[in-house]
Protein backbone atom coordinates (compact mmCIF):
# COMPACT_ATOMS: atom_id res chain seq x y z
CA UNK A 1 0.00 0.00 0.00
CA UNK A 2 0.95 3.46 -1.18
CA UNK A 3 1.46 5.70 1.71
CA UNK A 4 -1.45 8.21 0.23
CA UNK A 5 -3.73 4.89 0.32
CA UNK A 6 -2.69 4.78 4.09
CA UNK A 7 -3.14 8.59 4.63
CA UNK A 8 -6.84 8.11 2.61
CA UNK A 9 -7.72 5.17 5.09
CA UNK A 10 -6.92 7.09 8.06
CA UNK A 11 -8.80 10.00 7.05
CA UNK A 12 -11.87 7.97 6.32
CA UNK A 13 -11.58 6.45 10.15
CA UNK A 14 -11.43 9.49 11.36
CA UNK A 15 -14.60 10.69 9.78
CA UNK A 16 -16.11 7.05 10.64
CA UNK A 17 -15.38 7.93 14.06
CA UNK A 18 -16.84 11.12 14.41
CA UNK A 19 -19.85 10.14 12.80
CA UNK A 20 -19.87 7.18 15.48
CA UNK A 21 -19.85 9.33 18.15
CA UNK A 22 -22.43 11.84 17.14
CA UNK A 23 -24.91 8.60 16.38
CA UNK A 24 -24.21 7.69 19.70
CA UNK A 25 -24.79 11.49 21.65
CA UNK A 26 -28.03 11.30 19.90
CA UNK A 27 -29.19 7.46 20.85
CA UNK A 28 -27.74 8.12 24.43
CA UNK A 29 -28.07 11.41 26.06
CA UNK A 30 -25.60 12.24 28.37
CA UNK A 31 -26.64 13.44 31.86
CA UNK A 32 -25.19 16.17 33.97
CA UNK A 33 -24.04 14.36 37.20
CA UNK A 34 -26.32 16.17 40.62
CA UNK A 35 -24.58 18.02 42.74
CA UNK A 36 -24.17 15.20 44.91
CA UNK A 37 -22.64 12.97 42.70
CA UNK A 38 -19.75 15.79 41.32
CA UNK A 39 -18.78 16.41 45.14
CA UNK A 40 -18.36 12.66 45.62
CA UNK A 41 -16.43 12.74 41.58
CA UNK A 42 -14.67 15.45 43.07
CA UNK A 43 -13.95 14.69 46.31
CA UNK A 44 -10.55 12.82 47.38
CA UNK A 45 -11.57 9.69 48.74
CA UNK A 46 -10.94 8.34 52.31
CA UNK A 47 -9.65 4.84 53.00
CA UNK A 48 -10.13 2.54 55.90
CA UNK A 49 -7.78 0.44 57.10
CA UNK A 50 -8.51 -3.54 57.60
CA UNK A 51 -8.94 -2.94 61.52
CA UNK A 52 -12.06 -0.03 60.73
CA UNK A 53 -13.47 -2.21 57.55
CA UNK A 54 -13.89 -5.04 60.40
CA UNK A 55 -15.63 -3.26 62.74
CA UNK A 56 -18.06 -1.74 60.44
CA UNK A 57 -18.66 -5.54 59.25
CA UNK A 58 -19.24 -6.96 62.69
CA UNK A 59 -16.04 -8.68 62.52
CA UNK A 60 -14.49 -8.00 66.19
CA UNK A 61 -12.51 -10.96 66.70
CA UNK A 62 -10.42 -10.69 63.75
CA UNK A 63 -6.42 -10.71 64.15
CA UNK A 64 -4.58 -8.62 61.62
CA UNK A 65 -1.41 -11.11 60.27
CA UNK A 66 1.38 -9.23 62.07
CA UNK A 67 -0.99 -9.80 65.42
CA UNK A 68 -1.25 -13.24 64.93
CA UNK A 69 2.73 -13.55 64.55
CA UNK A 70 2.95 -11.88 68.03
CA UNK A 71 0.62 -14.29 69.30
CA UNK A 72 2.34 -16.96 68.27
CA UNK A 73 5.78 -16.07 69.39
CA UNK A 74 4.46 -15.72 72.93
Known sequence: MSVEVLKDIRKELKELRRLYKEL????????QPT?????AIEEK???ANEKELMKTLGKTNVHHKD????????
Open 24 to 31: VEKLIPTE
Open 35 to 39: PEERK
Open 45 to 47: DQI
Open 67 to 74: QKKSLRKT
